[in-house]
Nanobody, 124 residues
């Protein structure tokens, strides 16, 4: 069992930055892939980024590539998402998730555990 708690969301102007954090507890984090997803009102939950258990492999949605960076610290049981050059279309609830599957897992149904989400709002 894995428990995930996100933090760091908020309101920021377009072009600004935010850093999201996800604190994991339970099963040792080094055994699973971590991902970030987001969901805007009326839309499906979509993949943002994922990182392998070692941190050596990272994957990004095309819409955030070059602007967002995912990282993890297994000793601190933390995964972070650094978001730069934010755009209004990045506005969504952001979720942290964990899977025992492939490090390139991009579908929500591939993930076993989810956090409660944190709101990110980017104003124009």
């Amino acid at each position: 069992q894995v428990q995930l708690v996100e933090s760091g969301g908020g309101l920021v102007q377009a072009g600004g930055s935010l850093r999201l954090s996800c604190a994991a507890s339970g099963r040792p984090p080094s055994t699973y892939t971590m991902g970030w997803f987001r969901q805007a009102p009326g839309l499906e939950r979509e993949f943002v980024a994922a990182i392998s258990w070692s941190g050596g492999d990272t994957y990004y949605a095309d819409s955030v590539k070059g602007r967002f960076t995912i990282s993890r610290d297994n000793a601190k049981k933390t995964v972070r998402l650094q978001m730069n050059s934010l755009k209004p279309e990045d506005t969504a609830v952001y979720y942290c998730a964990a899977t025992y599957g492939s490090s390139n897992s991009r579908r929500p149904n591939e993930y076993n555990y989810w956090g409660q989400g944190t709101q990110v709002t980017v104003s124009s």
